[in-house]
């Protein structure tokens, strides 16, 4: 019954949607304030009946109630009960569920914090967002149901692919899907601006804080994945260029430009035409994205449908979507005209440059991802695109927005003078050159690999340190730094962030030492000055998986510095074996050991790796979205933005 009545909620969800996207509308068209009063309660209603609707679904996977096909499908009565609740999104329905119920919470904060908004401006955002919440809703309902009923259940159900039974799957996905679908709302304030004809500085402060929450939430699920693939896979790797994972990396990149661009409309009411734009594409990508996770074009490890009817329903929802804003966006050109004017060496130029350089990163990041199925449909032959081309066609960008970044943030709005710029960082030029030329001497090769990433990490760091302390001024600095706004901090934290995933990126690819061999029970090796000893082996149960565990003791000069545990586990549910590395984490390095199958002759083949500055990758990351929380609690984000005031019109007098 309870799963019914989640479906009955969605259905009813569907209807209230397709009311506020076309009542409002139509009350901001005619200026009708009782019709555009009605998106704020329905923007309520639709994320009340969603999570009463996501709700159910919990319950059913919480109850392993086998009468539901998708539970059959992604559960069983063994499973540990956090797999059990995340589960529910670790498929195609449920997955599509959390999407939607996270696309009526942005159109439920909306109206909970948009009251400085314009009543014009308020009701046309939510009845976009209410536009995107029906296409969706619809292709659930139609399409991807997660409530359908078996005439006959089994006893028990199939299980969730092992490989998802990760505390991973609770935290990746939600913050993924955050960010993905958070982009909708920068989506929903570019078209309702084109259609109110007004894009200006309060829009720009309107539509930063969304953009920021995006672009925070969309790193944090990245960077969870990447962590997440690092220790489970056992390939001891950080990114392998999957186009799933270029998927969320796309979105990232135009957000981040649309976030630096968003700052010129507001200060300088420049680039309006580019940020409408990048505020249309942001949202765009995620819609890509969600194409290739779902309709089967592109062979993933991590997709989740191959399902041809669903990959047309949300091609369709692109084109209508896209094609619409895009049209729209043309048609209101002359309402985009910039105002602002700046000379070429200036701040404005240099968030030009910064994104030019993300947007053509971001290209060529689609083309590589999207040019197998191309040369596949047209040319009829199959081709892979790997890292190489990657790591060649997108480094020497993010090089070059290194190598700027520093310089753009410390120069002056309108017009500036390089070599007055300059001059602050010169200290930290010097300091960066000396670790770069201290890494060159230090390796054991002669690779410039390694230490161009250490200038280029410290550059960052230091970079954004001499900026906040610029922003200090002459006098009592200390006094002074304390009382910046929280985003001046959370921009120098970000950057400096950005620095130290960099510093991780170069350390880890350019020095990492992988050792691959077969060792006896007892025997030691070495690897980077570790000695590793295999102790014992032994077979181990666990909750609903079995397990050949390893006991690896690993020294420094006769020191214990730990004992690792890697596994190889095998669900015999869904017969699928898994590996989970061994790791002992360290602050500049990690020794990460897999166990692999017993060997004919006795012994174990175990792979080892030295990885240097590994969790920089993910601390830099950290940063980086703490960066952005401190921007995004700057109280600036929370007042008026700088709405105009309507004057109340005159009354005539009879």
Known sequence: MFTELGHFALILAFLVAIVQATVPLIGAAKRWPGWMAIAEPAA??????????FVALTYAFVTSDFSVELVVLNSHSLKPMLYKVSGVWGNHEGSMLLWVLILTLFGACASWFGGNLPPTLRARVLAVQSAISVAFFAFILFTSNPFLRLMAPPLDGQDLNPLLQDPGLAFHPPFLYLGYVGLSMTFSFAVAALIEGRVDAAWGRWVRPWTLAAWLFLTIGIALGSWWAYYELGWGGFWFWDPVENASFMPWLISAALLHSAIVVEKREALKSWTILLAIMAFGFSLIGTFIVRSGVITSVHAFANDPERGVFILAILAVFMGGALTLYAARASVMEAKGVFSVVSR???????NVLLAVSCFVVFIGTIWPLVAELGMGRKLSVGAPFFNMAFTPFMVILALLLPLGSIMPWKRAQIARSFKPLVPALVLSLAIMGLAYAMQSGRSLFGPIGMFLGTWLVFGAGVDLWQRAGRKDKLSRLRRLPRADWGKAVAHAGLGIVFLG?????AWEQEDIRIVQIGEEFEIAGFTLTLNQVQEVEGPNYLSTKGWVTIRKQDRVISVVHPEKRIY??????????GINNGFLRDVYVVLGDEQQGGGYAVRSYYKPLANWIWGGSILMGFGGLLSLTDRRHRVAA??????PAGVPAE
């Open 44 to 53: 309520n209603a639709q994320f009340l009946l969603t999570s009463f609707a």
């Open 642 to 647: 700088g709405a105009r005031k309507v004057k």
């Open 505 to 509: 990126i170069s350390g880890l690819m």
């Open 348 to 354: 404005e130029s240099a968030l030009v440059i910064n």
């Open 572 to 581: 015999p549910i869904a017969q699928m074996p898994t590996t989970e590395a």
